[in-house]
Nanobody, 114 residues
Framework: QVHLVESGGGLVQAGGSLRLSCAGS????????MGWYRQIPGTQREAVAT???????NYADSVKGRFTISRDSAKNTVYLQMNSLKSEDTAVYYC????????WGQGTQVTVSS
């Protein structure tokens, strides 16, 4: 059974930083395309950053230059380093893993106060 567990969310002032972690079990992240998504209540979930099995990264325009996705295959963990946070980054952030199937974590709340 696959489990993705996010951590690292919280309350931070605008301009600050947070690092989200996504730890996986039952799945080898090195063989999956991984991603971070976020959702504001009442809106659609949107992709923030993705990293392919080959290590190619992609970012939403709104976070380019501020967020960095990375993967530690030895720890089976994916990270999202978030710098220069803005109030509009406030959302629930979800970890995603894609193989033949798609898996989601339970989400972690990020709140940025202005």
């Amino acid at each position: 059974q696959v489990h993705l567990v996010e951590s690292g969310g919280g309350l931070v002032q605008a301009g600050g930083s947070l690092r989200l972690s996504c730890a996986g079990s039952g799945i080898a992240f090195s063989f999956a395309n991984m991603g971070w998504y976020r959702q504001i209540p009442g809106t659609q979930r949107e992709a923030v950053a993705t990293i392919t099995r080959g290590g190619i990264t992609n970012y939403a325009d709104s976070v380019k230059g501020r967020f960095t996705i990375s993967r530690d295959s030895a720890k089976n963990t994916v990270y999202l380093q978030m710098n220069s946070l803005k109030s509009e980054d406030t959302a629930v952030y979800y970890c995603n893993a894609e193989t033949r199937y798609i898996y989601w974590g339970q989400g972690t709340q990020v709140t940025v106060s202005s």
